[in-house]
């Protein structure tokens, strides 16, 4: 069944750039092993968890490590049979580039890859930061998506959950340019959050962990998620690591399943996390008893979540088709 996971083309709709840097690349970068050793440690919580992205992000603090680390994560989700990849990440200034500079390095190693793959851009808001520096980035990705539309797709809000807040004006005037949205939404309990990120209706929502009453949300919240059917983007590996699911069994997905609700499997930050696409499809057999033809299910419906164009999107349904029909007969 593991090879199964590993053959089986693959859809990654949230995959956080600096979080997906493998040790190779790390060490590529003249990080240290003992910087490389906290990075994939296993019993971290969520709050430890935010202070690991710093070993990647001291790694890539100029365009050309930026655009390096891109190219190298995209090849590594394509050799995991990862057909098309949604990668997020941070515009970030540093002391030799500035926040354009950064978006422009992603966008460079995203055109020059050699990869099998489709690849597309979301950039995200770190909740952390003020409003009015969030808005300086709004109007950089607004720039960026008309400068590079078949790239640039959408706008993501991340980062540690426990501050900062959801500025509903700068989602309403990024969808307002064309820009689609995925919100990190419940990752920790917080209700009346989650419920202003739910009544947006984004395109999609990252985790939802905190949303079913029994894994600490709320009837209410549940009802509306059930009546929005918003799909949801699944990180198995990441909720377990950073203790906001008890293990794989409990895990909130359950619900997910139980309901028919709309979701993906993803792998949320790779390196940090030790994880592949591919385990994560494992994972969701060993411990959510999901057969072969449900977790085919699972890619070809990660298609139509995807921000990929109606022609793109064709493709990827033929390919998935193509490999059902080779191999699953
Ligand atoms: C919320 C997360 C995250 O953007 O520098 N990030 N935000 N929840 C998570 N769950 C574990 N994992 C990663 O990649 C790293 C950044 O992604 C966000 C954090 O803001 C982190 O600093 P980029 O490429």
């Known amino acids: 069944m593991e ?20 040790r190779a690349t ?16 296993s019993d971290i919580d969520l709050q430890t968890c935010f202070q690991l992205f710093s070993v990647a992000h001291k790694a890539t603090s100029d365009v050309n490590s930026v655009k390096y680390v891109t190219k190298q994560v995209i090849k590594e989700f394509a050799d995991d049979n990862v057909l098309y990849l949604e990668l997020r990440t941070t515009p970030r200034e540093e002391q030799n580039m500035t926040e354009e500079e950064y978006i422009e390095a ?35 990705i607004i720039k960026f998506k008309k400068l590079y539309p078949d790239i640039v797709k959408g ?21 307002y340019n064309g820009l689609f949205t995925a ?12 419920e202003r990120i739910l009544n947006f209706n984004p395109d999609r929502i990252g ?45 909130h997905i359950q619900a997910w399943i139980k309901d028919e609700l709309p979701f993906s499997l993803c792998t949320d930050d790779k390196g940090v996390f030790n994880t592949s696409l591919s385990k994560e499809f494992f994972l969701a057999y060993q411990h959510l008893n999901l057969n072969r033809e449900q977790l085919w299910k699972i890619s070809r419906n990660s298609i139509d979540y995807s921000f990929a ?6 493709e990827l349904r033929i390919k998935l088709k193509e490999w059902r029909q080779e191999n699953m007969q």
């Open 106 to 140: 992603v966008v460079d190693g995203i055109t020059s890859h050699k990869s099998p793959i489709v690849v597309k851009l979301l950039l995200s808001l770190d909740r952390r930061r003020s409003i009015e520096e969030q808005r300086k980035t709004v109007k950089s």
């Open 207 to 251: 985790h939802g962990t905190f949303l079913h009453p029994e894994s600490g949300g709320s009837q209410r919240l549940w009802q509306m998620n059930k009546m929005l059917q918003i799909p949801t983007e699944i990180c198995l590996t990441s909720n377990v690591i950073c203790r906001t699911t008890k293990s794989y069994k409990e895990h």
């Open 183 to 194: 919100i990190h939404c419940a990752e920790i309990k917080n209700d009346i959050e989650a």
């Open 155 to 175: 706008i993501d809000l991340s980062g540690n959950p426990s501050f900062g807040e959801f500025y509903e004006d700068l989602f309403i005037e990024a969808r």
């Open 309 to 314: 164009s109606n022609r793109e999107k064709q």
């Open 3 to 22: 090879k199964f996971c590993v053959s089986i083309p693959k859809i990654e709709l949230h995959a956080h750039l600096n979080g997906s840097l493998s």
């Open 26 to 41: 790390l060490k590529d970068l003249g990080c240290l092993e003992e910087d490389v050793q906290i990075y994939n440690k």
